[in-house]
């Protein structure tokens, strides 16, 4: 990625055709331009904004960061909140914690597979839904526990669960 | 009249924000004269959504498991000037609050923590200007020293020593750095102070950024923590516009900035030198001590890392005195503790108690004991660099020392309680499929030891242990924790360690006799039902997914074992108790 052309602008030209416009990227790059160590609240913004952060906006992001792209590929590869691939409309974030373990949260995420037919990491094939198993989401004392979007459900069963996602795919079949 | 809902995270998880919601809509359409406020976690999660009625003449009651509907009912009593009393919280909780100490959790559940002039209402702020009008820094570190306040995140070094350091290490620029990176699963202490009282842990940076000589902190939240960095955002703001953050705090010239920086989820970056990496917007790996962040740390500037409790103790300290907490607590452990009680536990929640009562006492006295009476089996404390402490080892006090010789450890303050239908085997599996995750790889010993520990324990709980399993675990265990560079990697094997001291024949069972005593482990429990026991009533067999079970009405019932799936769905469905499961 190091040479003189205009090959920011290129890297742009190309995402854009992927639905991703780094022109609403600029302001964050503008605030923390020559902001040492700011990387990583460059990389959560742009995820943010476009829900993941696919490798060719890595790239943009370690070209007009002055970062090798390794390296900016490597800090987004180390975090857990960092996702290189789209996500579903609904995320399923599943509490694999000690306390939802110890009440049952295999048992859910089991209960999750069965009904969407997807594993931890995938998205179901209409784009809805993706399932991600994460560390402890600190509401322990509601264990098992999963958060849908900002949304904390407890005191999951299999059954309560199937509720859920049955009552979401119901609500988006009535927005159709 | 006031109306106070509690909106921890665990709170809005309940329901709290639809009964507030509900309330708010009720008392505009009935025009009644009451002030609504939210407050943060009082702990009792078990109970939430909580509500708090305080009246003109300054008596209060606390509602419990509120709804939508229910707070119509309970605004209607206390208009007429009544107790909902069905709602009302029950005495024998009243009392699991009282039997503690709160000290971190002074004003959790409490006040407003997005109101600066209630923190300010309970002595806030007043320790900071005390020592910045009255005090040296030595004096600050004196009093802190007689405390004997120590780490609260886990190694429980003393804080005092930690300021000093820094305070002595030269350099021009020195950062105040709080740990926020609550990542151990099954903790959430820091989450109550940082949701329910972030200017607590603002001063008591305040106070640390004095006694050390430093104008610039840092607070590193983990991104799993939405509310928290709202809330903090929010107590940040309201502090530098009454100047208590900012240039020339109460007109001296002690100077302080502080700033929020949101992790991105990765457990290592708990340790301080990996969060260091990581506030500098690296990968979150660990460095080579020493040089101590104290002499070399964020920017290669002398830097202090303290836990968000152990900051939220400070103005405490420096209002009631050094003796005040010292006198509370163990010869070598001082003051409270936090803990986030989960698990098979009754009443779980959190609670602050003296150093020094015994693990019976917080689980049995405060926790109510174990959920649906089962047997007591084990606690785990320190979360995956802690380790099992047994039944038989509950009077073991609350002190570093005394924790530290069961194998276990303070740790940050989780304690997730197991019953005897937890099998230890797996919850050893559970641990070290954690730190294998989160290792970051840079020693070969964590990276690639943890993953060889899960294929074998991950075997042993299918049922295809073998002999000498149990020895290449030990052995594995201590090479990693004698070769591995960090905290993370040279605690990983400690839930391992610790369960094969105390539940070795739980392993035994699993590898000679293919039995998980526990049940838990599916590929060696089976399922088969009492011919004497069963009715026929073909519950079961209707139940059964795979259309396992095979019998006529009024006739027992068999369970075709090439067939089960050993999904348990007979045995919870069976009225009889006819179902055998070994």
Excluded at chain 2, 5 to 24: F, L, R
Excluded at chain 2, 160 to 179: D, E, L, V
Excluded at chain 2, 180 to 206: Q, T
């Amino acid at each position: 990625m190091s040479c003189c052309c205009n090959c920011a602008q290129a890297s742009a030209d190309a995402l854009l055709k992927n639905g991703i416009d780094v022109s609403l990227l600029q302001p964050t790059l503008d605030k923390y331009a020559g902001v040492e160590g700011s990387l990583i609240t460059i990389l959560q913004a742009a995820q943010e904004l476009y829900g993941y952060l696919p490798v060719e906006l890595l790239n943009y992001i370690a070209l007009k960061t002055g970062n090798k792209p390794a390296k900016v590929l490597g800090v987004a590869t180390f975090y857990a909140q960092f996702r290189l691939e789209p996500v579903g409309k609904y995320l399923i974030m599943l509490c694999q914690g000690t306390a939802c373990h110890v009440n049952g949260s295999e048992g859910i995420e089991a209960a999750i597979s069965e009904y969407l037919n997807i594993k931890d990491g995938e998205t179901t094939p209409d784009g809805l839904f993706t399932l991600n198993n994460v560390a402890c989401l600190g509401c322990c004392s509601l264990s098992p526990v999963m958060m849908i979007n900002g949304e904390t459900y407890g005191s999951l069963t299999p059954a309560k669960v199937k509720e859920v996602l049955a009552s979401l795919q119901a609500k988006e079949a009535e927005a159709k | 009249m006031k109306m106070i809902v509690g909106k921890g995270s665990c709170g809005i998880a309940a329901g709290a924000n639809k009964v507030s919601d509900s309330a708010e809509s009720y008392i505009k359409e009935k025009g009644y004269a009451i002030e609504t406020s939210v407050t943060g976690c009082i702990g009792m999660c078990y109970l939430e959504p909580i509500v708090d009625f305080i009246r003109d003449d300054g008596t209060k009651t606390t509602y419990v498991m509120v709804n939508a509907e229910t707070i119509k009912e309970i605004i209607e009593s206390e208009m007429k000037g009544e107790v909902a009393a069905q709602y009302e919280m029950p005495e024998v909780d009243k009392i699991r609050l009282e039997r503690q100490t709160r000290i971190a959790l002074r004003n959790c559940g409490i006040i407003n923590p997005e109101f600066i002039d209630e923190y300010i209402a309970k002595d806030g702020y007043k320790a900071i200007e005390k020592c910045v009008t009255k005090m040296t820094p030595e004096d600050v570190i004196d009093v802190i020293k007689v405390s004997g306040l120590a780490g609260r995140g886990g190694a429980g070094f003393p804080t005092w020593f930690k300021w000093n350091a820094a305070r002595s290490a030269k350099g021009t620029k020195k950062y105040t750095i709080c740990n926020a990176d609550e990542g151990d699963p099954g903790a959430f202490m820091d989450r109550a102070v940082l949701e329910g009282d972030p200017h607590a842990l603002i001063e008591g940076m305040l106070i640390g950024a004095y006694a050390m000589g430093s104008n610039e902190g840092v607070i590193y939240v983990r991104a799993e923590y939405p509310l928290a960095i709202e809330r903090l955002n929010i107590a940040i703001k309201q502090a530098e516009e009454r100047g208590y953050l900012g240039e020339n705090i109460f007109g001296t010239n002690f100077s302080f900035r502080l700033r929020i920086k949101a992790g991105a989820g990765a457990f290592v970056c708990g340790e301080e030198t990996a969060l260091i990496a990581s506030l500098e917007g690296e990968r979150g790996m660990p460095r080579l001590k020493p040089p101590f962040p104290a002499q070399s740390g964020y920017w290669a500037k002398p830097s202090n890392i303290n836990n968000v409790e152990t900051y939220a103790n400070v103005a405490w300290i420096i209002n009631n005195g050094g003796e005040a907490f010292s006198a509370m607590g163990t010869p070598d452990s001082k003051g409270t503790k936090v803990f986030a009680l989960t698990g098979k536990i009754k009443k779980g929640g959190l609670v602050e108690i003296p150093m020094g009562a015994t693990i019976k006492d917080v689980i049995f006295e405060i926790g109510g004991g174990i959920k649906n009476d089962k047997q007591y089996k084990a606690v785990q404390m320190g979360g995956p660099s802690g380790g099992c402490i047994p039944a038989e080892l509950a009077d073991t006090l609350i002190d570093y020392k005394a924790l530290a010789a069961t194998g276990a450890i303070m740790g940050s303050g989780g304690m997730v309680v197991m019953d005897e239908t937890t099998c230890m085997v797996d919850m050893a599996r559970f641990f070290i499929d954690f730190t294998c995750k989160e290792s970051c790889g840079k020693c070969i010993h964590c990276r690639v030891g943890t993953k060889r520990m899960l294929e074998i324990l991950t075997r042993i709980t299918e049922g295809k242990g073998e002999d000498g399993d149990i020895e290449k675990l030990e052995e594995l265990a201590l090479t990693i924790k004698s070769s591995a560079l960090c905290g993370l990697g040279q605690t990983a094997p400690n839930p391992v360690l610790t369960t094969l001291r105390y539940f070795r024949n739980e392993y035994e069972d699993h590898i000679y006799k293919k039995k998980c005593t526990a049940h838990q482990c599916k590929n060696l429990v089976s399922y088969t039902i009492d011919a004497d026991k069963c009715k026929g009533c073909t519950l079961c067999a209707k139940n059964c997914p795979v259309g396992a079970i095979e019998g006529s009405i009024r006739n027992p019932h068999i369970i075709d074992a090439a067939k089960c799936i050993k999904c348990g769905k007979c045995a919870t469905s069976c009225k009889f108790d006819a179902v055998i499961v070994d």
